[in-house]
């Protein structure tokens, strides 16, 4: 299993919100085809098909929890 997919998993799991590493977390998202676009510090990712928009910020490395 590789990076993206432990990650992926992880995340779906729900119960590491607050310990989501940024920079693999944006990668995931390049990788499913995700599009970034970056507004100070907030890093936002649109994929056609996909209705909602996801905006996301930066804490101390991690991905910060909403």
């Keep these: 299993m590789g990076k993206h997919e432990k990650l992926l998993l992880e995340i779906l799991s729900g119960t590491a919100d607050a310990n989501i590493p940024f920079d693999g977390l944006c990668r995931l998202l390049e990788n499913m085809g995700f599009e970034k676009r970056i507004k100070g510090s907030h890093h ?23």
């Design 44 to 66: 936002i990712f649109t994929k056609d098909g996909v209705e909602e928009i996801l905006n996301l910020q930066p804490k101390g490395g991690k991905s910060k929890p909403y």
